[in-house]
């Protein structure tokens, strides 16, 4: 199931994805600082310090965070190269990490980082498209596993919910 919604506080989700572009200094989506409490802020910022961090594409960082809602941070790479094609394949390899954790329910922050070549309706396309692509699995020949994982129910957050991203979701 997938929905989407207006950004908060993460809260009651086994997981929350965030976005991070690379560069001189690595930096989160703004908006994410609204999403986690300021001690979860505080903590994931040290980890990706000393994890070495850097943001590039697909990269990744795990968190756990306070509960059972661990914070997913994903690198886009440089703002400079970021399009819809780079969402797209980013949220894809973000999807097949939250099936490996295990994960049934995730709140996704769509970027908003300002880039003149990727708008907000691009952005929640590219994202909506990646997770539904890595999420589809051809197994009419295969025995079912039943330690097997899948992500249930993910919640696409964005800064306003307006006509347009209604339209482009239900598409």
Known sequence: HASLKKYGRAAGRDATVLFSMSGKEVALDPLAIKMLATSSMRTVKLQMKHRKFTGEEKQLLTIPGSGKNLVLIVGLGSLKKMHQDTVRLVAAHALSALRTLRVQTADVL??????????GEQA???AVEGMLLAHYKFNK????????TDVADVRFCVPAITKDLRDIFAQ
């Open 110 to 119: 769509v970027p908003s980082f300002e880039n003149p070549r990727l708008h």
């Open 124 to 126: 929640l396309t590219g």
């Open 141 to 148: 020949y295969q025995t079912k596993d039943k330690n097997t």
